[in-house]
C-alpha cells in the first residue's frame, strides 16, 4: 500500500510567485527525511499569469489529488479577491482543506481559508494590510510572523512563507531535516536595512496607500458580491 503523502501547493492565477516557491523550496526535500511528495495543483494544467507576469504552470488539476495529506495556499494582492469568487478553487480549498491532515497558507491565501470557513473562530495571520478582512471571514486575526492554530499553520506577508515552511518541516520530519534544508538553500537573511521599521511604515501611511491603491480593483471584482465587498474593501 502506498504511503506517501502528498503535499499540495495551489496554483491560481494571479497569485504572488514567492509565496508559492519559498516554501517549495523548503519542503520538496522533504522526500529524502519520509514518505513525503510536493505536487503543485491547479483547476487545470496550463499556464496561469502572476502578479508580476511570470506565468506558472500546475503539475496536476485538484481532481487528479483530491485529498492531499496537506495543502499549501499561497497569496497575492487581487489573486485571492478574485478566487474567492471562482468555485473550482474554493470547491477545493473546502474539501481537501476539511480531510487533509496540515493546511498551510501564506501571506493572503489565508483569506481564502478563511472564505471556504476552514479558519472559523481559528487564530491565523496573513499579509499586515489585510489583517482586518481576515478578520471579518470569520478567523482570529493575529499580527506574528506564523500563527499555528491545530492543523493549521498560517504565515504573514510573502517572504514569512519560508519561515513558516520551515516550522512545517520540521513539524512533519523532524529538527535536524528542517536545519539542513534550512543551510542548503542558505536561509540567513540579514535585511540590508535591517527589520521592518513598523512606526516607520505607520508614519508613512503605507497601510493606507496600499489599500487604497487596491480598492477601486477590488469593488470592480466583487461589484456583484455586496457582501464580500462589504468585508474586503
Known amino acids: 500500500m502506498d504511503q506517501t503523502k502528498i503535499i499540495a501547493f495551489v496554483v ?4 504572488t510567485p514567492l509565496d508559492l516557491i519559498g516554501p517549495l523550496q523548503v519542503i520538496q526535500p522533504l522526500g529524502q527525511f519520509g514518505p513525503f511528495r510536493s505536487v ?20 496536476l488539476t485538484f ?6 495529506f496537506a495543502i499549501v495556499v499561497p497569496g497575492g494582492a487581487i489573486g485571492p479577491i478574485k478566487g474567492l469568487l471562482d ?5 477545493y480549498l473546502r474539501s481537501a482543506g476539511d ?11 489565508s483569506l481564502l481559508l478563511a472564505g471556504a470557513g476552514l479558519l472559523d473562530g481559528r487564530r491565523a495571520t496573513t499579509h499586515w494590510c489585510f489583517l482586518d478582512q481576515l478578520g471579518k471571514l ?4 493575529t499580527r506574528e510572523r506564523w500563527v499555528e492554530d491545530g492543523k493549521f499553520i498560517t504565515a504573514a506577508g510573502v517572504s514569512a512563507g519560508i519561515d513558516m515552511a520551515l516550522v512545517l518541516a520540521s513539524r512533519l520530519a523532524g529538527e535536524a531535516a528542517a536545519r539542513t534544508i ?17 512606526s516607520w511604515v505607520e508614519q508613512a501611511g503605507l497601510g493606507a496607500s496600499l489599500m487604497s491603491s487596491l480598492a477601486p480593483e477590488i469593488q470592480r471584482i466583487l461589484a456583484d458580491r455586496p457582501d464580500l465587498q462589504a468585508k474586503l474593501s
Open 99 to 109: 480531510a487533509a491532515e496540515v493546511v498551510a497558507s501564506v501571506c493572503t491565501g
Open 63 to 68: 481532481a487528479d489529488v483530491p485529498s492531499p
Open 138 to 141: 470569520g478567523a482570529r486575526p
Open 182 to 198: 534550512q543551510a542548503i538553500i542558505e536561509y540567513d537573511p540579514k535585511p540590508p536595512f535591517g527589520g521592518v521599521d513598523w
Open 87 to 91: 468555485d473550482a478553487l474554493m470547491g
Open 40 to 59: 503543485t495543483v491547479g483547476a487545470r494544467v496550463e499556464p496561469m499569469a502572476t502578479d508580476v507576469g511570470l506565468k506558472l504552470q500546475p503539475e
Open 12 to 15: 491560481y492565477p494571479d497569485l
